[in-house]
């Protein structure tokens, strides 16, 4: 069965084609003056002091791990329930990630488990603010304050995203971004770190591009044979000006874009909020949400219903998937800390549990009342 309703389909138009042309034609096409314009502009609507746009959103927290100067011995805590770099980033550093369950009902990390594993080898916590839902950040930085922990703002799903209207990525002391092509605004592939702090801003900027300083103070800066120092065990973690063309085309569309997915998951739930089987999107409190994803619920147990209603759903040309993973469920994780399922039962029910529904730009009403009615279908 041929998809036709699938989970995204970015949008795009002339003005990306446009832009490309432009980068291709200035025949500077690796990190250049087209990054400079994205970081910018992406401060100037989101938020955020100083901008580093990196190869991917992975790549980004990898850099804010560095930064901060995690490494071996230290530990780091990351939600039970993500996509499974929030956890990898740590583990590249030789660090340990140590999972901490999740609250149903946002799908984010729940504060009142954090404090349980902290030890005298946590370093940092790393918020996700999942599908698009901020997490109580004032509860998460009052723990971080007592414990002095840094905070490592996962915003893959989150870009224009606030709480009590701060942007999400500003209140910790590092935010990292996606581009991914499953985002609300994508350049294929492509993240962006955003701090405050200006020193770790020069780490992050130096160790994207191999761990080269290219400091003003130098007296060869400038000359021809200068190539800059480097001090740092770097990374090729740059974004290209191509992918920043597209994204630049993107950032002019945010706030439409955003709009459309809070318009699609407005009509979602007002389709599917009679049905008692499922739990819809929190949009209570005063944690925004954008909704890079519109993910919904089953009640706990009901893991054959939930692939019974997705293989009915795909039958019909829809394209679901479940929310995320489990990270302590997959083998890696499973493996090296001998953890078992049951020692994080909400972010297992959540993987158990879950399904993404498609959400795009210009979805139609007729198209997400066809997914409805197949839902609702199933559940009679």
């Not at 414990?147 to 870009?159: F, Q, R, S």
Request: proline residues 4%; contains cysteine; hydrophobic residues 35%.
């Amino acid at each position: 069965m041929q998809i036709k309703y699938p989970i995204t389909r970015p949008y795009f138009d002339e003005i990306e084609i446009n832009n490309i042309r432009e980068c291709l034609a200035s025949g500077w096409v690796t990190q250049g003056p087209m990054v400079s314009r994205f970081e910018k502009k992406f401060m100037e609507l989101h938020g955020g002091d100083n901008a580093m746009a990196v190869s991917s959103c992975t790549a980004g927290l990898h850099l804010a791990v560095i930064s901060l100067g995690i490494g071996a011995g230290d530990e780091v805590l990351v939600p039970a329930f993500t996509w499974v770099t929030s956890a990898n980033c740590v583990e590249y550093t030789g660090a340990r990630a140590v999972f901490v369950d999740v609250d149903y009902r946002t799908f984010n990390i729940a504060p009142k488990e954090i404090e349980a594993h902290i030890t005298s080898r946590t370093k940092a916590i790393v918020v996700v603010h999942e599908f698009g839902k901020a997490a109580p950040m004032d509860e998460i930085m009052g723990i971080a304050d007592k414990y002095g922990l840094k905070v490592i703002e996962d915003c893959a799903c989150a870009i224009g995203t606030t709480y009590k209207g701060r942007p999400v990525g500003t209140i910790g002391d590092v935010g990292i971004f996606s581009f991914h092509p499953r985002k609300a605004v994508t350049t294929g592939e492509g993240g962006i770190c955003i701090t405050s702090d200006r020193s770790l801003a020069i780490k992050i900027d130096s160790l994207r591009n191999h761990g080269a300083s290219t400091d003003a103070e130098d007296s060869d800066y400038g000359e021809p044979w200068y190539m800059g120092n480097y001090d740092f065990l770097g990374y090729n973690y740059r974004m290209s000006d191509i992918q920043a063309a597209v994204g630049l085309a993107q950032l002019d569309k945010l706030k439409e874009l955003l709009n459309e997915r809070k318009k699609c998951a407005k009509t979602y739930i007002e389709l599917l909020r009679r049905n008692d089987i499922l739990r819809l999107p929190n949009v209570d409190g005063d944690e925004g949400h954008t909704f890079q994803s519109f993910v919904v619920l089953l009640p706990e147990g009901e893991h054959e219903l939930r692939n019974r209603m997705m293989r009915t759903m795909k039958e019909n040309a829809i394209q679901t998937r479940q929310g995320t993973q489990a990270v302590h469920r997959l083998g890696y994780y499973r493996s090296k800390y001998d953890i078992k399922s049951e020692d994080y039962p909400v972010a297992a029910y959540c993987e158990d549990c879950t399904i993404t529904l498609p959400l795009y730009p210009n979805m139609t009403i007729d198209e997400q009342k066809y997914i409805a009615d197949i839902i609702r279908n199933i559940c009679i």
